[in-house]
């Protein structure tokens, strides 16, 4: 795995990922191969009405395979999704994609350990969705990644532009990354537009995004103003949210401190003094879940 460095992988989190593949590389090596011969190479298309069931069923049959007798099952998905890398790589060439837009996806293993260690206090994985990437469904354009999906309302219109369910949409996934400034996201937005615009209709860009970032108490009440969360929380009109009964998302703003019981919760920045005060004050929980339409000019985005 010489090619571990590309990843962006600390130097010791190497050292654990290479002596674990010493002990068990050959056995997740062909768990892969037989994993990525059964995907169909149909690149960056939606999956076919009524497939992703099954889709999903077949990645986890592999990653219980890729588990058993093992201590750590966040290490076993990792070594078995690493394992699919170089396979990936020869498809992407296949396909004619840029080393550089492989790499760049691949770069999200590191952003996933890092949450992993976060969430669990050990090195490996604790995503399914890796599939996504080996299935051809989603890719890393600058600081956001992009998932090929189908729109699930019934329409969405501004001007003479229309969606009706079914038509196809990106999804924009924000991986932990660091910083999510606005030339950032304009950055990703162009890349986006030029990857896929022998795609586009009327030459629109369609992202949606459903995420804790776009819920709309949040935005109005706990993000600062000016804030990059806030800018692009502006970005999208939000046209559905979803109220739950637990912030599942609150190690992303408070660490690892947000699962240890009875541990006081950091507030040494504005978001989490925002956030505890929402908190104490009985604030509510949820998701939102917005369209920003993008012309490829970067001073005209659609989102209202």
């Not at 593949?21 to 768990?31: N, S, T, V």
């Not at 022998?198 to 706990?222: F, R, S």
Request: with cysteine; proline share 5%.
């Amino acid at each position: 795995m010489e090619w571990l460095e590309k990843l962006g992988i600390s130097d010791v989190d190497m050292v654990e990922i290479r002596e674990y593949d010493r002990l068990y590389g050959e056995h997740m090596r062909q768990l892969a191969e037989e994993f990525m011969a059964g995907v169909p190479r149909d690149y960056f298309v939606p999956y076919p009405e009524g497939t992703r069931p099954a889709a999903n069923a077949r990645r986890d049959a592999f990653l219980a395979r890729a588990r058993e007798g093992q201590e750590s099952p966040y290490m076993a998905d990792l070594l078995f999704w690493l394992c699919c890398v170089p396979i990936a790589q020869a498809r992407y060439e296949e396909f004619g994609i840029a080393p550089e837009i492989f790499w760049e996806s691949m770069k999200d293993f590191s952003y996933k350990i890092q949450e992993c260690k976060t969430r669990f206090g050990t090195c490996g994985v604790a995503s399914v969705w890796y599939s996504l990437m080996f299935e051809w469904k989603l890719v890393a354009l600058g600081r956001l990644q992009y998932q090929v999906v189908t729109f699930p309302e019934e329409c969405y219109t501004w001007k003479d532009y229309r969606l009706e369910r079914g038509d196809v949409v990106y999804a924009c996934h924000i991986p932990t990354a660091g910083p999510l400034t606005s030339e950032l996201c304009m950055d990703s937005l162009d890349r986006a537009y030029r990857f896929l615009k022998d795609k586009l209709k009327d030459g629109i860009l369609p992202v949606v995004c459903n995420t804790w970032l776009l819920y709309p108490p949040y935005v109005e009440q706990v993000f600062p103003e000016n804030s990059n969360l806030r800018r692009f929380a502006d970005l999208f009109d939000v046209v559905a949210r979803t109220e739950i009964d637990v912030f599942d998302d609150g190690w992303r703003v408070f660490g690892p401190a947000y699962f240890e019981e009875g541990q006081t919760l950091p507030c040494d920045n504005s978001l989490r003094r925002n956030f505890l005060s929402y908190i104490e004050n009985g604030g509510g929980f949820g998701r939102g879940y917005g369209i920003l339409l993008y012309d490829g000019e970067r001073k005209c985005i659609y989102n209202r």
